[in-house]
């Protein structure tokens, strides 16, 4: 399978607790993006890596948040002491930029549960 | 960023076509309209983008008003695998740049 991945699939933890995601995006793809997902409302932008420079992070984004791609590959986000209200799908993407077609593949996910 | 607005769902009968609508009154000119949805318990996934001309690929058409401050995704025979939410966005050509999605609209296909 060629396409985002995301690891774990699910992830329950308790209150205060660090917990960290991975994503591999598609090989070849130079742009990887984190967004958040609660019930019923549409992914929320994170943050976004071009290669391994981290080039815009969300003003909403806690400074309990952060995220990685060390080698320009795969990416990292953790977030420490978590609350619960940080529960949520947890999605990753990626894309090829400069591409005349702006799409986004997104991974399956991560999903969240803090106690 | 600029704003869409679409119906919070709709409903469509399978083969049948769907037209789903999104407004977007504050549209600048270099922005292009990008349709995604996401299926059930997936991350979303592109469907269609365009910027003045209507615009057709497998999945589906885009139909984009004159004044572009509207435009309607149409699927020309929905099926069960249609259901899904359907996000309206708007961004720039090539760059890749983060989306905003709004709450979509929830589309029910009933067979």
């Known amino acids: 399978d060629t396409g985002v991945s995301q690891d774990p699939r699910h992830k329950i933890t308790k209150r205060g607790q660090n917990v960290t995601f991975r994503c591999d995006p598609i090989s070849e793809h130079n742009r990887l993006y984190w967004y958040r997902q609660t019930l019923g409302q549409g992914p929320e932008f994170l943050t976004y890596f071009q290669n391994e420079a981290q080039l815009e992070k969300s003003r909403l984004l806690s400074d309990r948040f952060s995220a990685e791609r060390p080698k320009g590959s795969f990416s990292t986000l953790e977030i420490q002491r978590t609350e619960q209200g940080d529960s949520a799908m947890y999605l990753c993407?990626?894309?090829?930029?400069?591409?005349?077609?702006?799409?986004?593949?997104f991974g399956p996910g991560t999903r969240l549960t803090v106690l | 960023d600029a704003k869409t607005t679409q119906p919070n769902s709709m409903e469509s009968n399978e083969e049948e076509p769907v037209h789903l609508p999104c407004n977007h009154s504050t549209i600048s000119g270099t922005d292009y309209i990008h349709w995604y949805r996401q299926l059930p318990s997936q991350g979303p996934e592109y469907v269609i983008h365009?910027?003045?001309s209507n615009v057709n690929n497998r999945m589906a058409s885009l139909a984009i008003a004159e004044d572009r401050k509207s435009s309607t995704l149409i699927l020309h025979r929905a099926t069960l695998r249609d259901a899904a939410v359907y996000y309206c966005i708007l961004g720039k050509q090539g760059g890749s740049e983060k989306l905003v999605f709004g709450k979509g609209t929830k589309l029910t296909v009933n067979p």
């Open positions: 993407a990626s894309s090829l930029f400069p591409r005349e077609r702006n799409e986004q593949f």
């Open positions: 365009g910027l003045t």
